[in-house]
């Protein structure tokens, strides 16, 4: 059993989703951070940078923070979504989407979205590295089925970004490997049952 303090955001998501694909018994505990639940005592015991999401390990008492450590955890310990065939093709399409694709759409989110007309610098720097990411995961995704070449947590880290298009202001159908990949993740019973956490009326965005 999982405790699984998040919030449906698309890092909260990735970590329901791997949840509901892996099967593993999970604890939803909703930390609302447009409250700054995320600063409350408790949670920074366990999230000491007070981000969603973050995990406890009932079996070990362990708790994890930062979705990738969360996510190789629990999929070292399952032994699913990282196969040693194509081990490192998946750890650099993870790292990717970790290093980049979440933190270079989320700040378009801000500045593109949110905040927009606050900083014509930033929204153009933001849009710009949209389409760069784009272009990235069109061209992998014309070449492979998935990310790491089998569906992995490549996929599972990056899709739940990818849902956000109408935030960082894309036309996902001009890209159309990306489009059919989105698709294809979209039908699977864990991804629906993970990306409605907290907020079973949100539907899962449609291009
Ligand atoms: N690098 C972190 C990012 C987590 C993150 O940015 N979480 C956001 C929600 S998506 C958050 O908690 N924001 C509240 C805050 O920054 O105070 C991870 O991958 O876990």
Known sequence: MIDLYTWPTPNGRKISILLEELKIPYKVHLIDINNNEQFNNNFSKISPSNKIPAIVDKKNGESIFETGAIMLYLSNKNNKF????????????????????????????????????????????????VKRVYDTLDKRLEENEFLGIEYSIADIATWPWIARFEIHQTNLKKYNNILRWYKIIAKRTAVIKGYHLGKEDKEIPQP
Do not use: N, R, T
């Open 82 to 129: 990282c196969s040693k065939k194509y081990y490192w093709e998946i750890m650099q399409w993870f790292f990717y989407q970790i290093s980049q694709v979440g933190p270079f759409l989320g700040q378009a989110h801000q500045f593109l979205y949110y905040h927009k007309g606050q900083s014509l610098f930033a929204e153009k720097k933001y849009k710009d590295y």
